[in-house]
């Protein structure tokens, strides 16, 4: 890691990265323990361990930017500052969730916050994204539009459609892989060929490879890139090596026997977990005294132990509004 002065992060900017992806942590550490317990209405697919890369891209976006995410979205959701409140309310199926209960997990979305959703379609974001850097280019208002999307989703064609498309009209899109190694079981390697973050090259489309569990690489490398955009020279791609400690989704034990993964690997990209790296950052260079980071977790603590209560006191939607706000 760089040392502070390379860094253009003051201590509270430091602390507002930590705060965010513990955030995310501990929310989802939560929602994986209802759906152990069998309280969820549905499957969740966790970001544990790739909080870094929400949180490094959306520290540069404000309510007006767009993103567009994956089924594995409580993690975007969060850091682009959606309300924890209404994302567990949404997973508990309940009335008072963000899509009134009715989207779930994977269709969390709040336009108010520029949240497009969540997204059960591999790649399906990519085309959102898309149309909504084109509407913000229109707009002329300086907005930027962010698709994540993971390694898989990078053999989709769309995203050879997106790059050629935002090249073309200088779109102010960011393309970010989200590369955790894995397709559900599959290891990337046995699905994919070449460097993803080349796949930019041939478009002219500036692309980097970063430690995707490296905050400060992300928030760096993401500043280029939004500043990039809102200049109007068009989009830019980022790909983000990381690595999701938790299962491709919650249920899979009762469905795939085999192991996929070594625990050796698990173990090591463990020892590499962003929130314990960016602490011992921190530590290393006396920016944030442990105590501010204990009043953190006792603050986010307080805030799951909140949404929790909001959204087990919210009742489940009435089952004949089943069919209405399908569409706007
Ligand atoms: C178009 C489409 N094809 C297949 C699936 C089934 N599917 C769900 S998640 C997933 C793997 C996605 O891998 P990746 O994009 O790398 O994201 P990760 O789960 O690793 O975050 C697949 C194939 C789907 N939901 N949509």
Request: proline share 4%; glycine share 10%; charged share 20%.
């Amino acid at each position: 890691m760089r040392t502070p002065s390379e860094v253009n992060l003051s201590a509270d900017d430091l602390l507002g990265l930590y705060r965010r992806m513990l955030l995310i942590r501990r929310v989802e550490e939560r929602l994986g323990e209802d759906f152990k317990r069998g309280d969820l209405p549905g499957p969740v697919h966790l970001y544990i361990g790739e909080e870094a890369v929400a949180t490094g891209v959306c520290a540069h976006l404000a309510d007006a930017d767009w993103i567009a995410s994956t089924h594995r979205g409580h993690g975007h959701f969060l850091a682009k500052g959606g309300d924890p409140k209404l994302l567990v309310a949404e997973v508990y199926g309940r009335a008072g969730g963000v899509c009134r209960g009715m989207g779930g997990s994977m269709h969390v979305a709040d336009f108010s916050k520029g949240i497009l959703g969540a997204n059960g379609i591999v790649g399906g974001g990519i085309g959102l994204a898309v149309g909504a850097a084109l509407a913000a280019q229109l707009d002329r208002k300086g907005a930027v539009s962010v698709v994540f999307f993971g390694d898989g989703a990078a053999n989709q064609g769309v995203l050879m459609e997106a790059l050629n498309v935002s090249a073309l009209w200088k779109l102010p899109l960011l393309l970010i892989c989200e590369n955790n190694g894995f397709s559900e079981f599959s290891p990337t390697e046995t699905v994919t060929v070449g460097a993803i973050a080349d796949r930019a090259k041939p478009f002219g489309v500036p692309s980097a490879a970063v430690d995707g569990n490296d905050v400060i690489a992300v928030w760096q490398a993401a500043n280029a890139a939004v500043r990039r955009a809102r200049a109007g020279e068009g989009p830019s791609l980022i790909e983000c090596r990381t690595y999701r400690l938790r299962g491709h989704v919650e249920s899979e034990g009762s469905f795939i026997q085999e192991r996929y993964r070594a625990d050796e690997e698990v173990a090591a990209w463990a020892a590499r977990d962003p929130i314990a790296r960016l602490a011992a950052y921190m530590d290393e260079h006396a920016l944030a005294p442990a105590s501010a980071r204990e009043a953190i977790e006792a603050e986010i603590a307080a805030a799951v132990a909140e949404a929790v209560a909001y959204a087990t006191d919210s009742p489940y939607p009435a089952p004949d509004q089943a069919r209405q706000f399908m569409f706007a």
